[in-house]
T-cell receptor
């Protein structure tokens, strides 16, 4: 039981390049989330998916797209990376229901130069 | 949408003393309030949570209190130990949607 797995762990991109961050969970959770973490800014919600086939914007969605590929997988895409997107990205998931614990992946450290 | 404010941003306490971190939320529909601990270089992990039908919850040295009328909730750590040094995040989640909104975090230093 791996929990929430993110790939890659580290990535360096040049400005304007694109990439997809992958997230998969093996806990049969319905809800999945993408957050970014910057110093002094806490965890800010980028996008979330309440169930397979649905996605919704969070607090800071600009510059990102997401795909809920199936119940297990939720990917985050940067179409044209900018230095302002340098951050640590966390994926999380939780079981159906809004009063339940969210489990986090180990994070992806992304640097855009 | 929901907004969560967390204070203080940094807190230093002597080992053995108590630490208190406070959060406020804006959406009266929020009904679930988790607290996460994040050690350096690690992922956030849940340490305690409280639901809106409860005013207080305790787990060994950690307790959380909730005041729904004032939209305040607080984390209390007693008899602090060096391993309590970390960043702590409060969060709120409710019935309007499936969002979980976090505060900006509190860096807790336990001084020897």
């Amino acid at each position: 039981n791996a929990g929430v797995t993110q790939t890659p762990k580290f990535q360096v991109l040049k400005t304007g390049q694109s990439m997809t961050l992958q997230c998969a969970q093996d806990m049969n959770h319905n809800s999945m989330y993408w957050y970014r973490q910057d110093p002094g800014m806490g965890l800010r919600l980028i996008y979330y998916s309440a169930s397979e086939g649905t996605t919704d914007k969070g607090e800071v969605p600009n510059g990102y797209n997401v795909s809920r590929l199936n119940k297990r997988e939720f990917s985050l895409r940067l179409e044209s990376a900018a230095p302002s997107q340098t951050s640590v990205y966390f994926c999380a998931s939780r079981i159906e229901g809004r009063a339940t614990e969210a489990f986090f992946g180990q994070g992806t450290r992304l640097t855009v130069v | 949408g929901e907004n969560v404010e967390q204070h203080p941003s940094t807190l230093s306490v002597q080992e053995g003393d108590s630490a208190v971190i406070k959060c406020t939320y804006s959406d009266s529909a929020s009904n679930y309030f988790p607290w996460y601990k994040q050690e350096l270089g690690k992922r956030p992990q849940l340490i305690i949570d409280i639901r809106s039908n409860v005013g207080e919850k305790k787990d060994q040295r950690i307790a959380v209190t909730l005041n729904k009328t004032a939209k305040h909730f607080s984390l209390h750590i007693t008899e602090t130990q060096p391993e309590d040094s970390a960043v702590y995040f409060c969060a709120a989640s409710g019935n309007r949607d499936d969002k979980i909104i976090f505060g900006k975090g509190t860096r807790l230093h336990i001084l020897p």
